[in-house]
Nanobody
Framework: QVQLIESGGGLVQAGGSLRLSCVASGRTFSISTYAMVWFRQAPGKEREFVARINWSGGSTGYADSVKGRFTISRDNAKNTVYLQMNSLKPEDTAVYYC???????WGQGTQVTVSS
């Protein structure tokens, strides 16, 4: 069984920074050949794409709303993907989820709250 576990969320003032981590557990599972994606969902809104990274880390993509402020990265040796979030805004408040599109694994989410 494979589990994705997000961490690093919390309460921060506008303009502050947080670094989210997503660790894949499972003794025989490695993320090294898989693309990884971050999504987020705010209350009353649909889940939205935030950032993606290919299997090697050589290609990344971002939603326009976070471009220039967020950075996605990965450490395949640690089975971990990261989301560095800088210059946070109140509209970034949401539950953040990591995802492996194929085979379609999701984490439980971590709450990020940005105060004005």
């Amino acid at each position: 069984q494979v589990q994705l576990i997000e961490s690093g969320g919390g309460l921060v003032q506008a303009g502050g920074s947080l670094r989210l981590s997503c660790v894949a557990s499972g003794r025989t599972f490695s993320i090294s050949t898989y693309a990884m994606v971050w999504f987020r969902q705010a209350p009353g809104k649909e889940r939205e794409f935030v950032a993606r990274i290919n299997w090697s880390g050589g290609s990344t993509g971002y939603a326009d709303s976070v471009k220039g402020r967020f950075t996605i990265s990965r450490d395949n040796a640690k089975n971990t993907v990261y989301l560095q979030m800088n210059s946070l805004k109140p509209e970034d408040t949401a539950v953040y989820y990591c995802n492996i599109p194929n085979p379609g694994y999701w984490g439980q989410g971590t709450q990020v709250t940005v105060s004005s």
